[in-house]
């Protein structure tokens, strides 16, 4: 097998480039390249184009290259200096040195130029070199300019651009990932993201098709191969395949043997090892062919010819060892150093980490956990696992002791002395690993000694990470830090501003007044009554990024909320995003205030998701495995009770306290609203062993009397937390919720099931209608 030839000269050399004929060779690649400079009028390989769109050759590229590069240089340093000005140019000049070259210049320049505000509004997170180049300025002391991100056309929040669509417009990796969604594959079953597509339309993952790939590439090399050998050989098709499948299995090695067979023949003397190995298989097999050379003694071998180590011996070369059979002897041995050595050692599977055939002393140990159990803790000297620690070799435990000692002073105590008792006392491994993050360290350090104020203004200066916000709710629940229920309105506040930075300042303007005058104010009113204020926030993040995300979709057609047409209304709320109708809150206000114009109408409210409910039969099904199955979770089961018999939202279940359970003796109550209920059992027993301690982290060392504790310190286990555990044993929580509340309100007079249930009386009559009950009579009922 050889080469094809060159589309372009016809020679039959190693082809390096594309033509509209074919593949060419490197001299052809240089003709192609030929022509007439448009600077020097010389006929010299061209290299590219100047600014005006001719092409040019190499020399005059260099020529110009020189004030070239000086201009871009220096539109770079004016952008800067428009930006921030305190910055000096000699710093600016650096950054410049350090970040870009020719090309990344070139194409920094063009954009600054384009973008003159790009780098105070953003976005400036693309291209690569213009994110790399605003993180080296912040590096060197610059204030004003930081890094924004661009608005995710999708879920309207700023983060790093992932996938651009055809518009321009960018979304992030998340809501990318959502496009582009897992399904099982039709190759192997699992659920991977699909990369291609088989003839029956099916999707295959990117591993089934590069073992597509793979598999037919090897089996037109092993076809090659066996036409090949076909006319040098005296053996058929099927055992030809038979014996290049055995001697190259992979696809590397049929093209090697395919490349060495090009240049040696089956017979020729001083063979390679792959195509001896061939020749020895294939006379095994029973072809006609000479037995290759022993590399050894240059005598032809047999075929018990050895192949151990890239090499053809023959039998008597090899020397075999008649201990172990591996051809390991020397000629005055007569057996291996291995066998050797092993007469005098006692070999076996060790009695501590059972690992086999190992080198065993008196008490049955192998030399890695002799060296372990000799260890010890330069401190407490127990035998633990150790770490080092400033050069000495440490316990998990005593390494904590000495980082505590580090960081919080016990004598005189610190301002952080309220947190060295919990933190002592949690699991040693992972607390040493989050106090040794550098910015956990540094701020533990400061806020102790006094060199930091203890605020919140202070932990909100530090970056958003979740590390800071875990140590945030361990200083408030030590007492360290005091409370601030009104931080979570702040927060969105503050963080709206930079939420709105990439809108145009009209539609900004508009957005900040619906802010102030309608959702911070419902905020408050929320926080005033019991209402869960984070729930609410969280609420309202989510309606300001869809607000978000649908003003730069209008901003991408060069039109704002004033000059927006029915036809951008329309194409948002029939998109097929997550949830288009949450804008419809701002645009009813902005058309209450007159800023949307009154021509455009918008689409009826949302209802809410459809009330599905569960099959009856298939509730009471769930509510026998609850009460029977003691291999689930006791938190899953006391919920699931509450959900399924009780028809319990899931916010009120996880607010449950230790206070709401009571127990009289053998009775034990729950008290969800006004009244108390009893609990049959198994969940008077259940709820009685709640909460459970899973962790021993920092957290967890501090009292709570939530009967749902979360992983936050101070903080219960969030709604949607326990919505997933409880999908993940069958319960569809809103659907099993309402079955069960139907089924009550059938049978309990609405005032009576509100009381006991903790629920709106109005909202317990619209289920009882729903279900078909009649109470309008039961007071006359119960007086006959």
Known sequence: MSDPPCAGCGRQVTLRGASLHGRICTACVARAHQGLCASCGRHRKLVGRNGDGAPWCDACYRAGGAGRLAARRRAVILAVAAAEPALAEATVLRVIDQMA????????????????????IGPNSRPPVLDRFVGALVAAGAETITSIHPTCRECGRTRPAHHQLPGGATICSACYARRTSARPCGGCGRRRRPYARDEAGHPRCRSCTDRARAEVEQAEALEQLTSVLTGQVSLDHAQLTGVLTAVAPRGHDLRTLARLLDEHRLTDPGLPFVVARLVIALRV??????????????QPCGSDASVYGARVRCRTCVRHCPGCARPARREDERVCGRCRRDAHRRRGRCA????????????????GCRERAARRCADCHQNRPLTAVAGQQLCDRCALVRTVDGLLVDHPPGALHALRAPILAAE?????????????????????????????????AQPPTRAIEHLRDLLLASGALAPDPDRPIDRLQ?????????????????????????????LRHHHEGTVDLGAAVANARRTLRSVIA?????????????SVHQGDIDSWFASLRARPHQVRPFLTW?????????????PPAFSGRGDLRTDPEHRWTIARRLVRDDDLDPLDRVAGALVVLYAQPLVRICALTTDDIATDGDIVTVRLGGDRLELPEPFATLIQSLPLRRRQGVAEQFPGDWLFPGQRAGRHLAATSLGRRLRTIGIEPRRTRLAALDQLSAEIPPAMLAGVLGLKTSHVVRHTTYAGGDWGRYAADRAT
């Open 494 to 522: 503050h963080d709206s501003d930079q939420m709105l930075a990439a809108l145009d300042v009209n539609d900004a303007r508009v957005v900040r007044s619906w802010l102030r005058w309608q959702v911070l104010p419902r």
């Open 590 to 602: 902005a058309r209450r205030t007159r800023v949307l114009p009154p021509a455009i109408i918008l």
């Open 428 to 460: 040693p491994m992972t607390t040493g690993r989050w106090l040794r993050r550098p910015t956990i360290t540094a701020l533990l350090a400061a806020l102790d000694s006094g060199r930091l104020p203890l605020t919140h203004a202070t932990m909100d």
């Open 352 to 367: 501590t980490c059972a690992q086999p055939d190992r080198v065993l002393d008196d008490r049955g140990l192998c030399r």
């Open 101 to 120: 070259d020719g090309r990344r210049l070139g194409q920094l320049a063009d954009h600054l130029l384009a973008n003159p505000g790009v780098l105070v």
């Open 550 to 562: 649908f003003l730069a979709t209008i901003e991408a057609t060069h039109r704002t909320l004033a």
């Open 285 to 298: 097999a029973g072809a006609d062919l000479p037995f290759p050379p022993c590399q050894s003694c240059q």
